[in-house]
């Protein structure tokens, strides 16, 4: 999918929520655990009832590969699902990769080739040479991850090389890679206050942004300092959506919270 395609939905919508589908056996409703396969039946009811009120879904690799290979099926099949029955939503594997250049062009066939997905999130530590095999793929999106939501980012992320701290390094160095243009960047909610400086170096690049909800994070103030004139934000919610209930009406509940935070989407882009 192309930014400009994503650009379009997020209009047609009036939103630019991404749904994350963290599945956890151990949170699903009982009732789904006599199907066959009950993370992929969770996870169609949820997007089924969803999909028009967000842009994109997204896995997080790590409930999947936590399962073995019945986990990676799952996830295959949710990814096939997406991609037969909703191709207008856009992908991403939430997988954090990197790794010296060979390996990682393998994890990109592996997310970009093998399972179709739009976008992968990668870990950029290792550098330009673990970061540009991403890059390498048409019409895909590389995430780098520049200022988390989790406490851990101040243990580097917001600490200083000479002057200039990590993130921003990240930010800034990440410019200069080839096929730039298909970098998208990670930011949390909960870092919204660093915002401003963010936009002063990637003005126009898509931010995907988890941590609203369950870790506290505020949508408006995101919207206030991070927003573009294409938007420019991805905003995840995992948790506050997929197990608004635990119960038979999972996928109703779910629907509703996806709703209320397609409304407060809508009612910021009103005031553009
Ligand atoms: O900085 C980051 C990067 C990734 N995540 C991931 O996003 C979701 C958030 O889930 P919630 O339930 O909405 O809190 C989850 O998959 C994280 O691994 C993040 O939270 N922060």
């Not at 931010?207 to 408006?220: I, R, T």
């Not at 959506?241 to 709703?259: C, H, L, N, P, T």
């Amino acid at each position: 999918m192309t930014t400009q395609e994503l650009v379009s939905q997020i209009h047609k919508k009036k939103s630019f929520l991404v749904v994350g589908l963290d599945t956890d056996l151990d949170k699903i409703p009982k009732h789904l655990l006599k199907e066959e396969d009950p993370i992929f039946e969770f996870n169609k009811a949820i997007i089924d009832a969803t999909q028009d009120l967000c842009v994109g879904y997204k896995p997080n690799i790590a409930f999947y590969e936590a399962y073995g290979l019945e986990g990676w099926k799952s996830l295959e099949k949710t990814i096939n699902y997406l991609n037969d029955n909703y191709p207008e939503q856009f992908t991403i594997a939430d997988a954090k990769r990197g790794d010296i250049g060979n390996t990682s062009t393998r994890y990109a066939k592996a997310f970009f080739e093998t399972l179709n997905f739009d976008s992968i999130t990668i870990a950029p530590y290792m550098g330009r040479d673990s970061v540009e095999p991403f890059l390498a793929f048409e019409g895909k999106h590389t995430i780098v991850l520049a200022l988390t939501s989790n406490k851990g980012a101040f243990d580097f992320q917001t600490q200083k090389i000479g002057n200039q701290e990590v993130y921003k390094k990240v930010l800034e160095t990440s410019k200069t890679y080839e096929n730039s243009d298909r970098l998208m960047y990670v930011v949390g909610a909960t870092k919204a206050e660093y915002l401003t400086d963010i936009r002063a170096i990637i003005p126009e690049s898509f931010l995907l942004v988890p941590g609203v909800g369950a870790q506290g994070g505020s949508l408006e103030e995101v919207c206030k300092y991070g927003m573009t004139k294409d938007i420019g934000l991805l905003v995840n919610s995992s948790r506050g959506i997929i197990y608004k209930s635990q119960e038979e009406d999972f996928a109703q509940a779910a629907r509703e919270a996806a709703k209320s935070m397609q409304e407060a989407m809508q009612a910021i882009l009103q005031t553009l």
